[in-house]
Structure formats: C-alpha cells, structure tokens
C-alpha cells in the first residue's frame, strides 16, 4: 500500500479509509459513507486524524476518494452565494444547494474568472482524485462538502408545532393590542427581538430596549418553555435564514417567527422549564449583584447556556446522541429531581434561587456526575452535530 506521504494530503482534503479499515470500525461511526475530512497530520509519528473519528490511523490506512461517480458519489459542491437586499419585514430568501446533487455536475456550471467551466479545467487537467481537485483548485476546497445521510436521525414528532399554533404573535406596530393585553395581565408576554446573535437574549417576559414583535401566551409555562426554546443555538438557528458563515448572526422576520417549529418533549418539559427559570434568575442577579467575581458569573453562566443547547439538540437529534453514547436530557431531568426547591413552584427563582443553584453546582462537582461526564463527551461532538442540525434545518426551510 502506497503511503500518505505519496498523495501529499491536507487538512481538510476529502479521502477515505481502506475497506479493510473501514470495515472493522463502521458499526462505531455516526454515519455510513466512507468519505472523511482529514482533521490533522502528525507526519513526525506517520499518523493522521479523521475528523469525527476517535481513533489515529497510520499513514498506510488513508486513500485518496476517486473521481469516478461511486466513491465519490456522496459529494456535492456548495459555494457561498452573494447576500440579497430584504425589506425591513420581507420575506428573506435563502438559497441551498442540493445536496444529493454530484459536485461533478454542478461543476459543469461553475466558471472561473476566466469563464472556464471547473469541470472542462479538471478533464483537461487529468485529475483523478478529489483531494487532487481540492490541492489544484483552493477555491473550492471549502465548498466540496460529504453528503452525510441525516435525515434518518432527526425525530419530527418532537415537534410540539408552529410557534403562531402555540400563542397570538404580533409586530410592534400592534401597539394598541399589545397594550391591553398588558393592562389585562391575563397573558404571559414574550417580547422578542429580530436582530440575532450568538450571545444575546432575544426573547425575554420583560421588555428591555427595543423589541420588534410580541407573543401572547395564556399558560405561563408554555411561555417560559417558548423563551427557552427561541433562545436556543437551535432556536435562532431556524429564526436565521442561513448559516452558511458559521457565525450566529442575522435577522428573523415575522413569517419565519411565525413558522417556527418548536421541540418538546412532555416527559423533560419541567426540567427544561426549570433550567429557563434558573438562567432568568441568574441574569437579574448578576446586574444586582458585585459579591461575585465576573468570572465566575461568566462561567455558570456560559454551562446553563451550553446545557439549553445541549437539551435542545437531543430533542432534535435523539438517536445521533444515542449512537453516540450521549444522554443529556434524562441526566438533567435527574439533577432537577435533587433539588429541594421546586424553581417551577417560586417562579423566576426567587429568594431560593442563589440556594437552588449553589445545590446544583455542589451536586455536578461530585465525581462521578453522570451529567457532567456526558457533557464532556457531547463536547467532542457538539459543532458536529450543530453543523448536522443546520444542515437538516436548512433543507427543510
């Protein structure tokens, strides 16, 4: 067998196991193709990382992916596309490329600057392999993506429904409406905001600064649920047309909002609520407080944040987290059944919520914590299985 050294392989490049390889480790895998990015290079012990692999292979075990319409059937060709101009509320459109479609055919369409098709330039050149096309070819390298088969992993019937089938949602400019509903206070209010980002809150039971739409819920944890929903990785990743950067960042408009698929799962609905509840508490009490160190802040801050998206991404991706040996869901819903204060029952924490989560932190150090050793696992999968539900996401937009 030929060494690597041979091929001149790269982070990044696309190549495959040989099947003898292959073959031993396939039932371990999260999915069935024998396609791999190359992940890094260790060319002083002859050993090399496939991304979304455990385990190292030595040199001697990767092969390049022929261009031949078999090994490299389940590669499509996905290129940034230009930004649009969007009206302030218009209907954002989003462009995604078929993923089922062989990159080889969509290069046949793809141009140089010269006005070279790509395809025409790789017959001409007499490249053979795909790490090939990538090495000769920079600008595409990026955008030669595996078509992993995910659709099997995503569970539809965890889906509660639309957003707008769970409450009333209006614009701002429903002002009038929107503040009776308020004199009233027979509704739970979630004031929700169309700029998207990473770090930011964007729906919230007070108003604070600018807010571009309103949702009227009559049942209070229904409403607490929606804003640890909507808050979510996942949450604003469906508010956001496309992903493609891999920044969270954006604008949602008020037919995504409504259109909104929301997750739910009635047996982890308490203790999902009950986490929404804590970080609500966490968040007035930091602004409140100066006993603490920001640094500490920060970091309870940032696990109750990673726990939501954690929790959500199971709901969507249950039997990839069970491939995988991951249970997020069933170990938090355990943690929530040691406290001794009912977060749900005090509403927004209260004067228990320093205690309750002082508890909770004592209770993940312990060694040995189920919920901590599996969000220590997640975290070797975790802007894996992110990119997997943006992809899935995206294709069903």
């Not at 091929?7 to 495959?16: A, R, T, W």
């Not at 371990?28 to 002859?46: A, G, M, R, S």
């Not at 692999?53 to 992916?65: H, Q, R, S």
């Not at 943690?335 to 228990?352: D, H, M, R, S």
Request: proline content about 3%.
């Amino acid at each position: 067998m030929m060494n690597i050294n041979q091929y001149n392989f790269l982070k990044g490049d696309i190549v495959k196991l040989a099947d003898e390889r292959f073959d031993k480790i396939s039932k371990h895998l999260l999915f069935p193709q024998n396609l791999f990015y190359v992940e890094d290079l260790d060319k002083e012990n002859n050993l090399i990382t496939l991304r979304n692999v455990e385990e190292t292979f030595p040199f001697a075990d990767i092969l390049p992916v022929a261009v031949n319409g078999e090994d490299d059937k389940d590669i499509y060709y996905d290129p940034i596309v230009a930004a649009s101009v969007v009206g302030l509320d218009g209907e954002i459109p989003t462009y995604h490329r078929d993923s089922s479609k062989y990159y080889m055919e969509s290069l046949r369409k793809s141009y140089n600057a010269k006005g070279e098709s790509y395809y025409s330039l790789i017959q001409t050149k007499q490249l053979n392999y795909v790490h090939e096309i990538q090495h000769c070819f920079p600008i595409l390298k990026g955008d030669l993506k595996i078509h992993y088969h995910l659709r099997g992993y995503v569970n539809q019937s965890n889906i509660i429904g639309k957003l707008c089938e769970l409450g009333n949602i209006y614009t701002d400019k429903n002002k009038d409406k929107i503040n009776e509903f308020e004199e009233q206070g027979e509704h739970n209010i979630i004031y929700i905001r169309r700029s998207i980002d990473e770090k930011n809150i964007i729906a919230s039971s007070e108003i604070d600064g600018k807010c571009d739409y309103v949702m009227m819920c009559k049942d209070d944890n229904m409403a607490t649920y929606i804003r640890f929903f909507i808050n979510s990785s996942i949450g604003k990743l469906l508010l956001l047309p496309d992903f493609k950067s891999g920044k969270m960042k954006g604008k949602t408009n008020f037919s995504q909002l409504k259109k909104l698929p929301v997750y739910y799962i009635h047996t982890y609905a308490d203790s999902c609520i009950a986490l929404q509840i804590l970080i609500d508490f966490w968040v007035v009490y930091n602004k409140k407080t100066t006993s603490i160190d920001d640094s500490v802040k920060s970091a309870v801050c940032n696990y109750f944040y990673s726990l939501r998206d954690s929790l959500v991404l199971e709901m969507i991706l249950p039997d990839l987290f069970e491939k995988s040996g991951v249970r997020i869901l069933k170990h938090w819903k355990e943690e929530f059944g040691k406290l001794t204060v009912n977060p749900i029952a005090t509403q927004n924490g209260g004067e228990y919520g320093l205690t309750v989560i002082t508890a909770l932190f004592d209770s993940l150090m312990a060694s040995g914590n189920e919920l901590m050793e599996n969000m220590n696992r997640l975290r070797l999968y975790m802007n894996d299985f992110m990119n997997f539900a943006n992809k899935i996401m995206s294709e069903s937009k």
